[in-house]
């Protein structure tokens, strides 16, 4: 089982950037897939970005060409570079590895 801890969550503003971050406790090069996925309250959760051991991103319809996922395998990360946050994108967001492992969750809001 990986372990995949968040960070980089909190408030901004609507229009601001956050950049969240996914630690990963063994190497990228061993996961297949890396996710982001968020849940709002009420709503079900659902995948915002993934990108492949190979470097093919998915987005999202609702975040393409707000947000962009990306990996350090040196580093054993994955980000999410989130630009023109809007309210709907407040949630929890989750980090996710080869669809079965999960991080704990990070709360993102957007609010002015």
């Known amino acids: 089982q990986v372990q995949l801890v968040e960070s980089g969550g909190g408030l901004v503003q609507p229009g601001g950037s956050l950049r969240l971050s996914c630690a990963t406790s063994?190497?990228?090069?061993?996961?297949?897939?890396m996710g982001w996925y968020r849940q709002a309250p009420g709503k079900q959760r659902e995948m915002v970005a993934t990108?492949?051991?190979?470097?093919?991103?998915m987005y999202a319809d609702s975040v393409a060409g707000r947000f962009t996922i990306s990996r350090n395998n040196a580093w054993n990360m994955v980000y999410l570079q989130m630009n023109s946050l809007k309210p709907e994108d407040t949630a929890v967001y989750y980090c996710?590895?080869?669809?079965?492992?999960w991080g704990q969750g990070i709360q993102v809001t957007v609010s002015s």
């Open positions: 996710n590895s080869n669809y079965t492992d």
């Open positions: 063994e190497s990228i090069f061993n996961i297949y897939i």
């Open positions: 990108i492949s051991k190979g470097g093919t991103t």
